[in-house]
């Protein structure tokens, strides 16, 4: 048989045994991957009674394009943005989840006598959680209209970024095969380096290419153009020491940003699943029985310690954030399991010599043990959870009650203006300064070669004197965004000044400060170039304020620049706002006060069913307001107190975390995920309004306006920094108030 039929035949027996043991996981309830491994295991190389494969480096080219497609669809879903708005919980959870298990996998492999950089990658690779596997239990189990699913997701979304990290700094120390320190930092700051530039050059380029292309990117072109740019970067990423899978990451998340995002993930899709079954199988083949029974007892207190670390560290992290306990222990549960990332690790270990062959199939097995039990640990954190808190003391309880009610109060309001303004200072600077030294290394890469042959016979000096000169031209628009455009500080400095006149000293020291680090760097390109004197310097420095004065006026049009690339960025938000105008501020401004909806569905043995709302003590005992009730074809835009509940019935709740959950105790329902049906049909919406002196609402209390007429009511209310849900019919509304109000579409118009 021929080499080509070799590897359909191949292709042909992993697909289909994919397929079969895919099904049976389908019908067991269990992750799609888990099928996958299975299915590698039966037609690997240790198992003789099933069809096996002919070529396995031809099989591990396959894997290999898995590996790329994998990472290029975990960029697409990554965001850039998504790590910026998951906030500080789901950073500091990462954080002290990597930190704490990483300590317990290198005390666990010192203990068992490994190597010092077994120790290392074992500690890496155990700390990190399965993206994939969480996301797809999550959608079999119908959990991703929890509370708690938002951390969990920015959690593994953060995760997926320390991993890239960290594959980067174990491949360095494993070809050093030492700890260097010195090293490390200038790998991370390479790699840090790179990230960014790929990200800006990316967001500049590529949205602007889309859109001007945009009536020929048909499914076929928009598909091959994707593929095309996600192998690209992984030619470039490879071609300056990085991996082939950060390459594809780095890509996927380019790519996240565009307006074109969703129609790219959706066509991709096919593809990264065919490609990642193919992956997953040839990670299966790995498992070896011999291994596996000669050191069982090794797998088996690793997959505790992956089991019980996750749980414990992920869920101190939640705690630490001001999560609560409920949010502490589902998340702990859902990420107890070696992640994908594992394999990587461990394949990059073994493959550089560091690691001994037998731990790669322990890994493996390892993680197939805790891939299975995933799902039985998710359904186990509610009883968990509810255990802690019958046996936990009454303190305890309800300072972690206490945390679970203001965890969601920090508000922009809040927030001090500096904090902002300081976030938009540093970021600039690190933006621009990035591309400016990569500006740098470019002119003395390819330019100094260049003017050299094409300009032989002009003298060094004047050769230097162009090469400096075509540098300088080119970092003049960044050198303007770096100390010229004042950017965040004009937006600011009005507050400021306004709360305290004496602000106005460190705005200057800012603005000062940015201008010094424009001219420093000129400095600094000049002195590399030329031996500068004093009096050169002093003249450069003069020149540089002068220049700072008086470019405003004339460099402006350089700001076009940056006003590129904050369009490029912020596409995909402005179209969704366009389109859907209310549904994304009433998202954004509720999120930031922990205040959300979910479905709710009445149990046929709930003790309410046959009872009418005003029968009901659901407002005073949980603070929740029920907003619609859907029946049928019916929909009850907010029910009356004489409207009477019966079994499942489709309830539209709105409250805090804590509120819904009281809710959902107290009626004992089961959520379920809202379908999309369901959303298009329902109709209405929830609109936040800004009171002013002429408002409707204005000197009036909620008793006298009589909302309901309109089949309106108020959720909500923040004053001032306060937020007031289910405010008293007394409740009189002032000018200056935001007041949140739900109802039906054309009702809303008139009020």
Not at 649 to 665: F, H, K, P, V, Y
């Amino acid at each position: 048989m021929s080499e080509e039929l070799n590897i359909v035949r191949d292709l042909a027996v992993i697909l289909i045994s994919a397929g079969v043991f895919t099904i049976i996981s389908k019908a067991l309830k269990q992750p799609l991957i888990l099928g996958y491994i299975l299915a590698g295991f039966l037609i690997g190389p240790n198992v003789t009674f099933f069809p096996g494969i002919t070529n396995e480096a031809t099989m591990h080219q396959w894997s290999e394009i898995g590996i790329i497609f994998l990472m290029f669809g975990l960029g697409l879903e990554f965001s850039f943005k998504k790590l910026l708005k998951v906030g500080g919980s789901a950073i500091v959870t990462a954080a002290v989840k990597f930190v704490g298990v990483f300590i317990i996998g290198f005390v666990t492999a010192q203990a068992l006598s490994w190597s010092f950089m077994e120790s290392v990658f074992l500690g890496g690779l155990l700390s990190m959680s399965s993206t994939m596997v969480v996301l797809k239990s999550y959608d079999d189990l119908g959990l991703k209209n929890k509370p708690y699913a938002g951390v969990v997701f920015g959690t593994l979304v953060v995760e997926d970024l320390i991993a890239i990290l960290l594959m980067v700094l174990l491949s360095t120390m494993a070809v050093s095969q030492s700890f260097a320190g010195k090293e490390l930092i200038m790998n991370i700051a390479k790699l840090v380096f790179f990230l960014i530039l790929w990200f800006l050059v990316g967001i500049y380029i590529i949205p602007t290419l889309l859109k001007k292309a945009k009536e020929y990117l048909s499914d076929e072109i928009l598909l091959i153009v994707s593929i095309g740019l996600c192998f690209g970067m992984v030619a470039l990423a490879t071609s300056v020491g990085f991996s082939s899978a950060l390459g594809a990451f780095v890509m996927g998340s380019i790519l996240a940003e565009t307006a074109e995002s969703e129609h790219i993930d959706r066509i991709v899709e096919p593809i990264k699943n065919l490609f990642g079954a193919i992956f997953f199988v040839s990670v299966g083949m790995m498992v070896a029985p011999s291994v596996i029974i000669e050191h069982w007892g090794i797998i088996l207190l690793l997959a505790v310690i992956v089991i019980i670390s996750h749980i414990v560290f992920a869920g101190a992290g939640i705690i630490l954030t001001g999560n609560g306990l409920d949010n502490a222990v589902h998340t702990g549960f859902s990420l107890a399991q070696l992640g994908e990332f594992g394999f990587i690790i461990a394949g990059v270990g073994c493959t550089l010599g560091v690691m001994r062959d037998f731990i790669y199939p322990v890994i493996i097995a390892v993680s197939v043990i805790t891939t299975f039990t995933t799902p039985f640990m998710i359904k186990l954190a509610t009883p968990c959870y509810n255990l802690l808190n019958k046996r936990l003391p009454p303190s305890w309880i309800n300072r972690l009650r206490q945390t679970d009610d203001s965890s969601g109060r920090h508000t922009a309001a809040e927030s001090s203006e500096w904090k902002s303004l300081l976030n938009a200072y540093f970021t600039r600077i690190i933006l621009y300064g990035v591309i400016i030294i990569a500006i740098y290394i470019g002119s003395k890469l390819y330019l100094r070669p260049a003017v050299a042959k094409f300009l032989p016979e002009l003298g060094v000096n004047v050769q230097k004197m162009i090469e400096v000169g075509i540098t300088l031209i080119v970092m003049v628009p960044f050198l303007f965004g770096l100390g010229v455009h004042t950017g965040s500080i004009s937006m600011s400095a009005p507050k400021l000044l306004k709360e305290k006149s004496s602000n106005i000293w460190p705005l200057i020291g800012l603005i000062l400060a940015r201008s010094f680090l424009a001219v420093g760097i000129v400095l600094g390109v000049l002195s590399s170039y030329f031996e500068l004197a004093g009096w050169t310097v002093l003249a450069i420095l003069i020149a540089g304020i002068i220049f700072i004065l008086f470019a405003r006026r004339s460099l402006h049009k350089y700001s076009a620049l940056e006003m590129r690339f904050l369009s490029n960025y912020n596409e995909k938000e402005e179209n969704e706002r366009r389109s859907k105008p209310i549904a994304s501020s009433v998202s954004q401004k509720l999120a930031d006060y922990d205040v959300h909806t979910e479905t709710m569905t009445l149990s046929p043995n709930s003790t309410y069913a046959g009872k009418a709302l005003k029968d009901i003590p659901f407002r005073a005992r949980t603070g929740a307001n029920i907003i619609k009730i859907a029946r049928g074809s019916l929909n009850i835009i907010v029910p009356s107190g004489d409207e009477v509940l019966f079994p499942g019935d489709r309830m539209l709740a709105i409250g805090t975390t804590a509120q819904l959950e009281s809710l959902r105790n107290m009626l004992d329902s089961a959520i379920i995920p809202e379908s999309a049906t369901m959303r298009s049909g329902w109709g209405f919406r929830i609109v936040p309004e800004v009171l002013t002196e002429d408002s409707f609402l204005t000197g009036k209390t909620l008793r006298g306006i009589n909302l309901r007429k309109y089949h309106c009511m108020v959720i909500s209310v923040l004053r001032d920094n306060d937020f007031i849900t289910n405010p008293e019919p007394d409740f009189r509304f002032r000018a200056g108030d935001t007041v949140w109000i739900a109802g039906n579409l054309a009702e809303l118009e008139t009020v």
